[in-house]
Structures are given as structure tokens and as C-alpha cells.
């Protein structure tokens, strides 16, 4: 079964005298083999049903911060509480620019460039770390604590589960930042660049989320 | 049909756009409360 779906395997058919491989390509009809997506590979696949899955997680989230705000009426933030609006907006652009450097050691290892790629990752890295830094700061100054009311509690919860999300996507960037400085990767094979690069701006997005609904409405 | 989710380049591309539209929002709700 699994034989006679590779078969069928975009350009594993027979080639045809005269013909190029791409027109072989072209004339591939049928499924894609079993267990596989005919547009995605199956790495990009896996991240995309994650971040997927990691949407509705942000989403019950969401929900619980918005029955507090607008079914519950409840003030926002707590009374005599405040929150470091602008300090976060700094925070927020220390994380907006770890995107772009993610950005340029991506485009700088499909171009065959690796000391673009050494430098972009570890910038990105030592971004993430400044943001978790700051972030763990701003608790530990904010002046309230979650089990005060449950706009504390939604505050730390929504911002501590996107915190958590920073700290496994710095895990896969260490483990990038280490594999770059080893030689890997090349301009042909870069997919363990790719998906973390997919993650890690997928965290930043939701981090302007999380900062917009929490900080400024 | 674009899929952010595809390559690391296009969901860079998405991030560009939630930056605009988030930062337009932004901008929108400072000005009505200093007029307000």
C-alpha cells in the first residue's frame, strides 16, 4: 500500500525520453502519498497544526480576560493598581525587533551568508532573554500580586502563559544558535531554521495582542 | 493563496501587517482620549 503511494509520488514517475524532469512533474494526477499533505511538507505541517492548537489555548485565555472586562463590567486594571504601560511598549519593541533579525538570519542562510546567519540568531536570542529579563522585572516591581483579584489574575495569566511561550521558543533558538556555530544548515537545507523562525513570530503577534487588550484598551 | 503559516517569510510578512494595524489602532485610541 505505502509501495504504491511513493509510486504515485510527484516525480518518482517515469521519465520520458526527451523529456525534462519538471515535465514528468507536471504530469503527475492522483493523491499525494499516504500520511502526507500534497501542499505542505510534513515539519511545516506539524507547526502549523501547533500554532493552530496554540491560537485556541491563547484563545480560552482571551475569553476569561474578556468575561472579566465586559461581561463582568470589572474595572481595568483593579482599583489602585497600575499598569507599566510605557516601560511594556519598550519591551514590546525589544521583541518586535527580535523578528526582524530572526528575519535576516533566515534570508542571510539562503543566500549562503553565515556570518548573517550566526549573527541574526544569537541577536534574536540575547532580544528574547532582554524581554524575559524585563518582563520578570516588571513582576516582581508591578505591586500585585495574582491571587489579589482576578484582573491580577488574568493579568499574570495571559502574560505568563505568552512569557512561557518565550522561554520555549529562546530553548529552540539556543538550539539553533548552537547548530549555526557548528556549521550546519546551508542554503538548500535550512528547514531547522525555518520552523522556529515560523514560532518565533508567531510569539511576537501575539505578544501585540496580549500588550494592545491588556496595556492600552 | 497565501498561507503565513508556510514559510518563515511569509509569516514575517504577516507580522509586518498585524504591526500596521495594531499600531494604527493604537494611535486611533490615544488621539479620541486626548480629544476626549
Redesign the interface.
Known sequence: MEAASIAHAPGSGPRLPGHPAGAAEHEHHGPPPAHRSSR?DPQ?LG??LF?ISEIMIFGAFFTAYFFIRVAQGDQWPAPGTQLPVYPTLVNTCIL?SS?FT??WA??SIKKGNRFGLKAGILTTFLLGVTFLFLQVNEYANIGFAPQDAAQQTIFYSLTGLHGAHVTIGLILLAIVTIRSWRGHYTPDEHRG??VP??YW??V??MW??VY?TVY?? | MPNPLRSEGEMFRLLLYVIVVFAVLIAAILIVRAIS
Request: aromatic share 8%; proline share 0%.
Open positions: 505542505v511545516l507547526m502549523l500554532i518586535i523578528s530572526m528575519h533566515q534570508t531554521v525555518e523562525g515560523i513570530h508567531f511576537d503577534i501585540i495582542v494592545f492600552i484598551v
